[in-house]
């Protein structure tokens, strides 16, 4: 399976962005799909998950602003960040796994890697 993240650039503060990402090779429609980020110097972190069954989850940091949608015939997901602050500005990255796994704020336990795309909040 292989994971195709979009739509990252730059905004100002309060700006909003939408992430896309969509999984292509495999016949099966993921148990989890959603999102990680990492910003300059500091470790990967949680920021939301989607379940098959439509269960949303969101980091502390985001909630009330992200908001994630999935598209399960399209084996697609999507990241809408709106009232973006300086310090969402990280590369996010695109997980997925076939079974849904509790811990899913955990990254090691995610199969599938999107590529990546770069997310910049300034003024």
């Known amino acids: 399976v292989q994971l195709q993240a979009s739509g990252g650039g730059s905004v100002q503060p309060g700006g909003s962005l939408r992430l896309s990402c969509g999984a292509s090779g495999g016949t099966f429609n993921l148990g989890a799909m959603g999102w990680f980020r990492q910003a300059p110097g500091k470790e990967r972190e949680f920021v939301s998950m989607?379940?098959?069954?439509?269960?949303?989850y969101y980091a502390d940091s985001v909630k009330g602003r992200f908001t994630i949608s999935r598209d399960n015939a399209k084996n697609t997901v999507f990241l809408q960040m709106n009232s973006l602050k300086p310090e969402d500005t990280a590369t996010y990255f695109c997980v997925g796994r076939a079974v849904w796994n509790v811990k899913y704020y955990d990254p090691n336990v995610y199969d599938y890697w999107g590529q990546g795309t770069q997310v910049t909040v300034s003024s």
């Open positions: 989607r379940r098959e069954n439509n269960q949303k």
